[in-house]
């Protein structure tokens, strides 16, 4: 969530005339009660997305009775950034979701910024009731006022609880982390630490972390802090998350720090950095010198995991948001603003590098699909041909097999307009690409006309995986090595895909195309 870049001073004259004591009804007025509501032009199908208005960084998403809880900022007034809210939505299985009344709203202390949830299972704070085992809300009050008083106390840590299944929610009067005097003082993401038995918050303070302990979620400690001279320092660090993680194919287990960042990602602006290292309950360590990111992509920020998981479930579950503080609040939507990336699977390799693929439940998306087997191409091969269906809901899974002398190999994906993208491995260079240049609408910033690249491994076997969703492209290049994600703004959907190599030759080994079905 990027505070800097945004005009405060017209954010201000919103804030004062509003207030930031919004009562407004859950739903937009402008929303459909229909699903006719979601057949706007870019309108994702199988992202979530808000009915009507801005949204940006996911917040306090956990998991209780079977609940995936999503909650993110939003601002029910307008299509660009105010004063920040918790809208909420609730799904059963990552993907269906339903909307929910905003959770929490703005009041005397300040504007809801981005946090997280837990569940107290052992009431260490008090806060439940009958038995019941409290959510609890964790965030970040930012209070314009004193921003613009020039005080440098205005963001402090607050929280709420609820004990009807995150329907409702109580704040708890005063925050439970003041402000010790600096400006940039936000974020938290809380998570319980079994062998200390105590709470630990991971906060972002300006360019770096800083760790806290609570026995009860209410009173805390600073431990350490983590990361001015290690990571990248492009810009402000953001929405940090500490998780600890299995290490693929053994029983040995990791510590992994996500922090966002903005600007400074490795295709400019946004993006979400890692670290693998230890973490003992006061302080994070790591022998990581590499900078390390999540999705080299321009459109994956803010990004971090599901509390409370199920241990028998064992997975580490993850979204971000689908856009890019250069461009996120002119791109050319009309009654909302942004998407969430598509839920994933988040798998710390043996070489402590960071996976990511579609959670599996992807699978419930699936409706027609065609294969391909063992097909060798020369130069150009137009996929189209072979699909009898319209692909501009769809998931692309391909292995490939270049031949020697092959430099690169391009999945071109294009409508009648002859508008595209352009994804491209380079086999000489050792890089993966996405060239949206030619992909629509370009013109609404000067940052979005690009071609975005990222490093990979080229092994002898390729393997590609591809969701295209009206507005956006996640690819996943050997099983989530390496992942991009960008938007785009076509004129009309693109449902075209035609396969390049050039050099020389490659086999197709297998190919399944899916149509997927919109959530809606």
Known sequence: MNKIEIQLALLLLVF???GCQSNKGTKSETASETNAYYTEQHRPQFHFTPEANWMNDPNGMVYFEGEYHLFYQYYPDSTVWGPMHWGHAISTDLIHWEHLPIALFPDSAGCIFSGSAVVDHNNTSGLGTDGL???IAIFTYHDFVGEKAGTTTFQNQGIAYSTDKGRTWKKYGEPVLKNPGIKDFRDPKVMWHSDTEKWIMTLAVQDHIEFYSSPNLIDWKRESGFGKELGAHGGVWECPDLI??????????????LVSINPGGPNGGSATQYFVGDFDGQKFTTSQKAIKWIDYGADNYAG????????????????????????????????????MTFPRELVLSAGKIIKSVPVKELELLRNRNTSITNKHITDNFNLTQEVPFDLSLSELNMTLIPEENTSSIKLILSNSLDEKIEIELNLRKNELSVDRTKSGKTDFSERF??????????????????????????????????VMTDIFFPTQPFNQIELVSTGAGLTIENASVYQLNSIW
Not at 244 to 257: A, C, F, P, T
Not at 324 to 338: D, F, G, I, L
Not at 452 to 472: F, G, T, Y
Request: proline letters at 4%; charged letters at 20%.
């Open 16 to 18: 004062i005339g509003l």
């Open 133 to 135: 085992a409290p959510m």
């Open 244 to 257: 600890q993680m299995n290490v693929e194919g053994s029983d040995q287990k990791e510590w992994v720090l």
């Open 304 to 339: 971090v995991t599901w509390s409370n998981v199920p241990e028998k479930d064992g997975r580490t579950l993850f979204m971000g948001w689908m856009s890019n503080w250069w461009y996120a609040q002119v791109v050319p939507t009309e009654k909302w603003r942004s998407a």
């Open 449 to 482: 006309y690009a071609k975005h690249v990222a490093p990979i491994v080229i092994e002898e076997k390729i393997k590609l995986q591809v969701l295209l969703d009206v507005a956006s492209i996640e690819i996943f290049y050997n099983d989530g090595e390496c």
